[in-house]
């Protein structure tokens, strides 16, 4: 008979993730994930069998939730108002917190040296499918012709420039530069100056 779980999971792994993203992979250790989620060593190893797959089930979880959220900034009736919705959202997503808790992602693929091909993959897909969102999007109509390159070229420059910010926030930690530049960049790619 299946041992029963005597935690909730969601709260294990949404208490798991939030270990990774403040201390990153290297400096996570199966002891600060059983002192964050108050559940022993013994259990985690016994319910997930190490930290590689506590963080692939957490950044699962992550992952639906942020691609839900970039889809919802995402759609607008104007390409100006999907692109600064969208800003918006991943600028407030990596300002939470004090100290501003940074990009998840962007974090992790920082240390892509130390972490498993899993995990890399892992991190592709996140980046791959916001990609392929953000093209979808932006390439029905009124959208589409708004810009002043295809679709999923801007959908790749999107993601990169995203990047881009999540490095810019680490260091200045200013909400405003970052609109700021994401402001402009949006002026760019819908070859507008106004």
Not at 66 to 86: K, N, V, W
Not at 89 to 117: H, Q, W, Y
Request: hydrophobic share 40%; with cysteine; proline share 4%.
């Amino acid at each position: 008979m299946a041992m029963v779980r005597q935690f909730d999971e969601e709260s294990v792994l949404d208490k798991a993730l939030e270990v990774f993203w403040q201390k990153g992979w290297q400096a996570t250790s199966m002891s600060d994930l059983a002192e964050a989620t108050q559940v022993q060593r013994g259990s985690l190893y016994h319910a997930y069998g190490g930290k590689e797959q506590i963080f692939l089930l957490a950044y699962e979880r992550y992952t639906k939730c942020f691609l839900s959220e970039a889809q919802a900034a995402l759609d607008a009736p104007s390409a100006s108002l999907a692109l600064r919705r969208f800003f918006d959202f991943a600028i407030g997503n990596m300002s939470i917190g004090s100290p501003p808790r940074g990009c998840l992602t962007t974090k992790m693929a920082g240390e892509s040296d130390e972490v498993s091909p899993v995990v890399q993959e892992c991190l592709r897909t996140l980046l791959d499918r916001l990609e392929t969102r953000i093209a979808e999007s932006l390439s029905r109509e009124p959208l589409r012709s708004s810009l002043s390159i295809p679709p999923a070229q801007a959908a790749r420059m999107i993601v990169v420039f995203s990047r881009g910010l999540t490095v810019i926030e680490r260091v200045y930690h200013d909400p405003d530069r970052l609109h700021a530049t994401a402001r402009s960049f949006t002026k760019l790619l819908l070859g507008t100056s106004a």
